[in-house]
């Protein structure tokens, strides 16, 4: 797996290198059509770089596409690949978006490799060998008081209503609440130790697989809001340091 590890970073980089080329900070779109159309150019000019690399690496492993994002996969290995996690903030001229690329092997993520490529960092974890950024071990939150701890959140696309119930629960019993897009970086703080927890309503494979194996890989519990190990085809999250999981499991 490491030597595949190395093969998936150098493609993700290349991927990275690519949309860095066309990324300004200075953006600012005008319109939502001015949104959905970058969007698809930005999907379309990694997923051409990322798809045929990634097929020549593992020959027999599929690729997620929509109509899997939300449903449990069928046995063997898949990619789940985001060309662009956090669009909405690449063309705002925002710093967080990134490549992640995530090896699922029988619903269980096994690799991944995720790459900011504004700062130039990169995260990495294989299941059992640890989670890292830039080569240096991450470690979750040793927080066990939930009262001081941070939660963060990427707000849904539907459950509004639910979404702001859970919001003001939440505000009642910890110390902070955050709400951020991408769903990626919340995670990717939560490995480092950052934050303490993150929940989502409607998540998708391709959102939270890269943050799911490197949570768990730093220490970290990822379930589903009723405490089931979260899988692909699980459309809630709750990741969250050990010390205070089983705690703010309640709330929630």
């Not at 008081?145 to 696309?157: E, F, H, K, N, Y």
């Not at 309503?201 to 949570?215: K, N, S, T």
Request: with cysteine; charged share 20%.
């Amino acid at each position: 797996m490491e030597k595949l590890l190395d093969q998936v970073k150098a493609v993700v980089l290349q991927a990275g290198e690519a949309l860095l080329d066309g990324y300004a900070g200075t953006a600012r779109p005008a319109s939502k059509r001015d949104l959905a159309t970058a969007g698809r150019r930005l999907d379309d000019l990694v997923t051409g770089i990322l798809r045929p690399a990634l097929a020549d690496l593992r020959p027999g492993a599929r690729w997620v596409g929509d109509d899997r994002e939300t449903t449990a996969l069928p046995p063997g290995e898949w990619w789940a690949v985001d060309p662009i996690e956090g669009g909405v903030n690449y063309v705002h001229g925002m710093d967080q978006w990134a490549v992640t690329v995530t090896l699922v092997s029988d619903n269980v993520p096994v690799l991944t490799v995720v790459h900011q490529p504004v700062g130039n960092r990169t995260w990495t974890a294989i299941r059992g060998a640890g989670a890292f950024l830039d080569g240096t071990p991450l470690t979750v939150s040793a927080k066990t008081d939930l009262g001081a701890s941070i939660v963060t959140t990427t707000q849904p696309r539907t459950r509004n209503r639910q979404f702001g119930d859970t919001v003001a629960t939440l505000l009642d019993t910890v110390l902070l609440v955050r709400a951020t897009v991408p769903s990626t970086f919340p995670l990717l703080d939560l490995a480092a130790g950052h934050v303490d927890a993150y929940w989502q309503d409607e998540c998708d494979l391709i959102g939270v697989a890269a943050g799911v194996l490197l949570v768990t890989e730093a220490g970290g519990v990822v379930t589903d809001r009723h405490g089931q190990p979260w899988r692909p085809g699980h459309t809630d999250i709750l990741a969250a340091a050990a010390g205070v999981h089983t705690e703010l499991l309640e709330v929630l």
